[in-house]
């Protein structure tokens, strides 16, 4: 659960942090889609090179160093002074927190049956989920609080926001922590040879299961993997191989992604995967955002504006604003309308007036956002028990058809209550999708290179992030239509590509 969490803080925290910051940091709507977006740029960087580290070293300790290296980065990233820092080391917690997602997949994946596979990563999406919930949770405990700390003459300033990022980093030292006390996957040990310290683990583990002593594990001996063709190419237990044999691992890795049996599956898992992380990831670091603008909107005095405006309304509103506040270098030198947010002038919405910036920090904002957290708390628990009866398959397709119908509607919401319901169903189904994959990605591929697809499974989902973050605000000064047009097509979509990955219901690990 805390490793969990740790991922959800790491990815997450800007979103609601970028409200409250958005005075203190001079920040423009594009400033807000890039600080979104740098986590996953820091992420695909680091695609590779976690995931031939895991398949060649091990899960155990690069589970270790990812998490106190993350947390370490995100104590940075609380105590930097300018928007440049925080992207560096934004940057930086993205590029460490890569390996750690991979690895846990594929470290719980192999330390369970057939039977309970399924489930088990349902339940790790239930761990997302909580961490949705505590993440705002802990954002209103803090954010809102008026502490500001001068220090060295007032050119080191703390507020409020930066303590809640430096709290953020708990999760993922206590993740560290916990790790060192939990022993190597049995799985990855065996197809390095390691037979002997498997058994040992798989001892310990019946003991642990059933009470009984270890000695009465009644297996008494483990196929060697290592045997290939009949020929004998058993590793060392005592060693991890040199440098170089690792690098030739990895490369043997990602060249069999690219060739019969694999190449199919592969192309498969990084489209759906670039899809939904495209809508989801974009859709959900703006929430905390969109609710901000509602709230501004609701409280603005102005008796011209609509009571019974719709979202597109209230976005008109923001992206005037701020233009009024950036000269029109957030998203262009133009204003906004209700329907297309480009044609009005300042005067129509009389924000000629508007030049002084004042940080949102309503509690509504947190509390929708928790909301959406417990909705996906329930749904996974619901999907938890269905899993081995529905199918993987069977979620991504009609799952992701659903969501794509509920972002589409959000352009017709015309109430703080539709829009939060839509919010929470196409936010849940889609990341209960993206779960299903990893879910079908770990039994579609063999030991020997399940963190590596992973890994670059969540590569090209995190591509589809980072494109999807920079675009948002450039379609939100375009109009209405063009931000919920792309959030809910890309799912359509991916759920038509879905329909062609192979089931894997009950499927036994290669």
Not at 8 to 18: G, H, K, N, R
Not at 204 to 213: P, Q, R
Not at 281 to 303: A, K, S
């Amino acid at each position: 659960m805390p490793c969990c969490i740790g991922t959800v803080f790491e990815t997450t925290t800007m979103s609601y942090v970028l409200p409250s910051a958005e005075c203190d940091l001079n920040l423009s709507l594009v400033n807000k889609g890039i600080l979104n977006a740098v986590c996953y740029a820091g992420m695909i960087s680091s695609a590779f090179f976690w995931g031939f580290l895991s398949d060649t070293y091990g899960r155990k300790r690069l589970l270790v160093y990812g998490y106190f290296l993350d947390a370490a980065f995100n104590v940075l990233c609380a105590i930097s002074q300018n928007v440049a820092a925080i992207m560096i080391f934004k940057f930086m917690g993205g590029f460490i927190i890569c390996g750690p997602f991979a690895v846990l997949m594929a470290y719980l994946s192999e330390f369970h049956s057939l039977q309970h596979r399924s489930r088990v990563m349902i339940v790790v999406g239930i761990f997302y989920s909580i961490g949705n919930v505590l993440l705002p949770s802990l954002a209103w405990a803090i954010i809102p609080q008026e502490w500001d700390f001068r220090l060295l003459g007032g050119s080191f300033v703390i507020h409020s926001w930066q303590i809640f990022l430096a709290v953020c980093c708990l999760p993922s030292l206590l993740s560290g922590t916990c790790v060192i006390f939990l022993p190597e996957s049995p799985k990855f040990l065996m197809s390095k040879g390691r037979n002997q310290q498997a058994m040992t683990v798989f001892q310990s583990l019946y003991s642990l299961n059933t009470g009984g002593s270890h000695i009465e594990y009644p297996i008494k001996e483990l196929v060697d993997e290592t045997l290939v063709d009949g020929a004998e190419a058993k590793c060392d237990e005592n060693t991890t191989g040199s440098s170089l044999s690792g690098l030739r691992t990895g490369m043997q890795q990602i060249l069999a992604m690219f060739r019969k049996p694999h190449l199919r599956n592969s192309l498969l898992a990084y489209s759906i995967q670039f899809g939904i992380l495209f809508g989801l990831n974009t859709f959900r670091l703006w929430v905390p955002q969109l609710f901000t603008i509602i709230d501004e909107y609701e409280q603005d005095p102005d008796p011209s504006f609509p009571t019974d405006a719709t979202l597109c309304d209230m976005l008109a509103y923001k992206v005037n604003k701020s233009n009024s506040l950036h000269g029109g270098a957030a998203v262009g030198a133009h204003q906004a309308d209700p329907q297309e947010i480009h044609r009005t002038d300042f005067d129509a919405l009389n924000m000629d007036d508007v030049v002084l910036c004042e940080a949102t920090t309503e509690g509504s904002m947190y509390l929708n956002s928790l909301i959406i957290g417990m909705v996906g708390v329930c749904a996974y628990l619901i999907t938890t028990v269905m899993i081995n009866t529905i199918g993987n398959r069977n979620i991504l397709v009609y799952g992701l058809l659903a969501s794509g119908t509920c972002g589409l509607s959000l352009y017709w919401a015309k109430s703080s209550l539709s829009i939060l319901a839509l919010s929470s169903a196409y936010i849940t189904i889609a990341s209960i999708g993206s779960t299903a994959l990893v879910g079908s990605v770990v039994a579609m591929f063999p030991t020997s290179m399940r963190t590596m697809v992973v890994s670059l499974t969540m590569m090209f989902g995190r591509t589809g992030s980072i494109i999807g973050n920079l675009l948002f605000p450039y379609l939100m000064s375009l109009g209405c239509w063009p931000p919920f047009l792309m959030i809910g097509i890309i799912q359509i979509v991916v759920s038509l590509i879905a329909t062609t990955i192979p089931r894997t219901l009950k499927k036994p690990l290669q």
